[in-house]
């Protein structure tokens, strides 16, 4: 059974940073590209990082590039969304996604949402 799980959500003030975890059990991670979406209060959802598998190339959105980042940890099977320079813009319910859909570009994980496997999703405030 495949289960990403995504923790590390709280509160923090604006300009602080928050690191996500998406520990998986069932899938190794290093074979499949990783998405992170959000979905605020009130919109849809939408794709912010998605990083490849394939040629380890990463898609930003425009409203995260330069202050979000990814990395894998392989041997705990876990990959991490960095956040820095947080916004209320940014508070949302965060969820990882895993895929295997053939991409000609990763972009289209994010903009298409193609995950095959999801996470459960933890939130973020960012509020003074």
């Known amino acids: 059974q495949v289960q990403l799980v995504e923790s590390g959500g709280g509160l923090v003030q604006p300009g602080g940073s928050l690191r996500l975890s998406c520990a998986a059990s069932?899938?190794?991670?290093?074979?499949?590209?990783i998405g992170w979406f959000r979905q605020a209060p009130g919109k849809e959802r939408e794709g912010v990082l998605c990083?490849?598998?394939?040629?380890?190339?990463?898609y930003y959105s425009d409203s995260v590039k330069g202050r979000f980042d990814v990395s894998r940890d392989s041997p705990k099977n876990t990959v991490y969304l960095q956040m820095n320079n947080l916004k209320p813009e940014d508070t949302a319910v965060y969820y990882c996604?895993?895929?295997?859909?053939?991409?000609?570009?990763?972009?289209?994980?994010?903009?298409?949402?193609?995950?095959?496997?999801w996470g459960e999703g933890t939130l973020v405030t960012v509020s003074s």
């Open positions: 069932g899938v190794t991670l290093d074979y499949y590209h």
């Open positions: 996604a895993a895929s295997t859909h053939t991409l000609s570009a990763i972009k289209y994980m994010c903009s298409l949402q193609l995950g095959s496997y």
């Open positions: 990083t490849s598998s394939s040629d380890g190339s990463t």
